[in-house]
């Protein structure tokens, strides 16, 4: 039934959302007005540095302001200062991108001025190689911080001149770290040797047959020893005490095997013992061999013995 209070309520109710909304809007804005003002800030500080040819001060302006609001204006600019401070891969790939830009834009004509920018750098590109011997399984190569694609390795891969720091690192390996000069506008050939095993790690490419990790360990066979010498012990001393009670309960039976109530209490007892005291001494020897089986291996100095290769089934029925 329809109220002035519920129709209060709801209206109440629908103004509190909209206002929340509208708030919300309000904020993302003020936000994104916030980024653009300081990337045009930033802008503004660069290109005044530029002009003063202050490259090293003035390029990392540039970098937070077009990071801030991408611009292509920005990013052209942005790849003249690397230019001027011996960036020419950078400088290269930001005019690169910038002329794709200005085509998706179309403005052709930036466009071409962008590539005539790119191609008037291809002379001064530095170079490296990358000669690797026996990649191991997985192995990462980097140069600079970036990650060397495999298809690059043995050609020639366009960097920044300077020093670089070659990086290389593959699971279960010591990984190889060198510095590197590049020289301006030449080529250097790198080789990256075969990466060392670490001593904890065995190879990840390693046969199914072989034991690897865990089970190349003599770990479990000391673990299936120990359930067996436990089993063992146990059932002992279950067997002792079924046969104890055993014997105590003939001091309330006759002759004839019939027993008083406390007899009959014995002998289940003794029976319940002999129960647990085969169950244990048949997990124990079981316990046993296995793991004198995991444990031969590394007895005789063999380690062929793999998960699944031996396996003793066991059924107890009562």
């Not at 990462?140 to 390795?153: A, E, I, N, P, Y």
């Not at 070659?166 to 590049?182: H, K, M, N, W």
């Amino acid at each position: 039934m329809w109220s002035p209070t519920a129709s209060s309520s709801w209206q109440l109710t629908l103004m509190r959302v909209c206002c929340a909304a509208l708030l919300s809007a309000v904020c993302v804005d003020a936000r994104a007005d916030s980024r653009v003002a300081s990337a045009e800030l930033l802008f503004r500080e660069g290109r005044a540095l530029l002009e003063r040819e202050a490259y090293a001060q003035a390029c990392p302006k540039l970098e937070q302001s077009h990071r801030l609001d991408p611009a292509l204006g920005t990013l052209l600019l942005l790849a003249f200062c690397h230019e001027k401070i011996g960036r020419t891969a950078t400088a290269y790939a930001e005019y690169t991108r910038g002329a794709t830009l200005a085509e998706q834009a179309g403005d052709s004509k930036k466009a071409a001025q962008s590539r005539r920018w790119a191609e008037a750098l291809l002379p001064r590109l530095s170079t490296v190689q990358l000669d690797v011997d026996e990649p191991a399984s997985g192995l990462r190569v980097q140069l600079g911080g970036s990650d060397v694609d495999q298809t690059q390795w043995g050609t020639r891969v366009v960097t920044d001149p300077g020093t670089q720091l070659l990086r290389a690192e593959a699971p279960r390996c010591e990984a190889y770290e060198i510095q590197i000069s590049v020289p301006r506008n030449g080529n250097v050939v790198v080789r990256v040797p075969p990466l060392k095993p670490t001593p904890e790690g065995p190879d990840p490419d390693a046969s199914p047959g072989q034991p690897t990790g865990f089970w190349q360990s003599s770990t479990p066979g000391w673990i299936a020893a120990g359930v067996g010498i436990v089993g063992v012990g146990v059932g002992s001393f279950f067997g002792l005490r079924a046969v104890s009670r055993n014997n105590d309960s003939d001091d309330f039976c006759n002759a004839s095997n019939r027993c008083s109530d406390q007899g009959l209490a014995l002998r289940d007892q003794a029976l319940v013992d002999a129960r647990i005291s085969t169950v244990s001494m048949a997990v124990g020897v079981v316990g046993l061999a296995a793991g004198a089986v995991l444990l031969w291996p590394h007895v005789t100095g063999r380690t062929s013995v793999a998960p699944g290769s031996a396996r003793v089934d066991l059924a107890v029925a009562f």
